[in-house]
């Protein structure tokens, strides 16, 4: 029989640039440690971030929530996919307080799974978490990184009645990659109405969003979204390079250099934002409190 001809595809390596932080000092043990004793999830072990050993260093964690099953499968996302049943950890919001006086933590950032099969999207587990936390610990400063929650007002509401310093909701790529690279539930112009929303509501709230390149965008795409976060009266961005996150994710197609982020923060600052945090393994919540 005769072989048909084939062109292997190309892989593209990663370059001198892009090196996960490892591990270090009496910090990293000393929260795995806690983090087991009260049973807690973290989007640093759960997402495989390239920065939980210099976060963790500093002793900056990013909570996870509501349980490590999202309802959603987006092929960016190393979290498992598939139906939580409703099921929610009632004591949760309690052990990260206890979790986080025992950490001495200045600065917290929770966030969780998207939760469609909770009626408020799990928002009021948002609000107990941060309510514990400061109840405990009436220092420390508080950002939530929440889902979409559907736009639902009435779920906005219920996280900015209890005035974290800062929330998030990350846009995560370009309009026209949406549909390709987020669960069907999400949308562009969703999550821009959620940074909206927040924005009408939240007072003296900081709103901050994130967003990924690297997955198939132009140049001129990733400028039109950083205006769009822009229009919604957000003062933060965060702008990343997309790592795959294992073989069956979506595919890096190509690797911004450092110079390529200088570049989308001068012109985030250019447009407005107050603070604009960009650079190769730039995440949304990478060392947040400084």
Not at 37 to 42: E, F
Not at 57 to 80: D, P
Not at 202 to 230: C, F, H, Q, W, Y
Request: proline share 4%.
């Amino acid at each position: 029989m005769e072989k048909k001809n084939t062109v292997s595809k190309p892989i593209l390596r990663k370059p001198g640039w892009i090196t996960s932080r490892l591990s270090g000092g009496l910090e990293y043990p000393e929260i795995k440690k806690t983090l087991k004793k009260y049973h807690l999830h973290t989007i640093c072990e759960d997402a495989l971030c390239p920065n939980k050993g210099e976060c963790w260093a500093n002793k900056h964690v990013t909570f996870l929530i509501l349980g490590n099953v999202c309802t959603r499968n987006c092929l960016f996302c190393k979290v498992s996919s598939g139906n939580p049943q409703g099921e929610i950890d009632e004591l949760e919001p309690e052990r990260i307080a206890q979790a986080v006086k025992e950490l001495a933590m200045e600065y917290v950032v929770i966030t969780s799974t998207t939760r469609d099969d909770l009626l408020d999207g799990g928002a009021s587990h948002f609000a107990r978490t941060l309510k514990c936390i400061k109840s405990l610990n009436s220092s420390v400063r508080v950002e939530l990184l929440i889902p979409d929650f559907h736009n639902q007002e009435s779920s906005l509401r219920i996280v900015v009645q209890e005035k974290p310093e800062v929330i998030a909701h990350n846009i995560e790529t370009v309009r026209r990659l949406t549909p390709m690279v987020r669960d069907h539930y999400c949308s562009y112009e969703k999550s821009l109405g959620v940074l909206t929303g927040l924005k009408k509501i939240a007072g003296n709230i900081l709103i901050k969003s994130g967003l990924m390149v690297g997955l198939g965008e132009s140049e001129s795409e990733i400028l039109d979204t950083i205006r769009d976060i822009r229009k919604t009266e957000t003062e933060i961005i965060s702008i990343g390079q997309y790592l795959k996150p294992s073989k069956n994710h979506y595919e890096v197609k190509k690797f911004y250099t450092p110079n390529e982020f200088v570049e989308f923060s001068d012109f985030a600052y250019s447009i407005g934002f107050t603070k604009a945090i960009s650079g190769p393994l730039v995440r949304s919540s990478y060392l947040a409190g400084k």
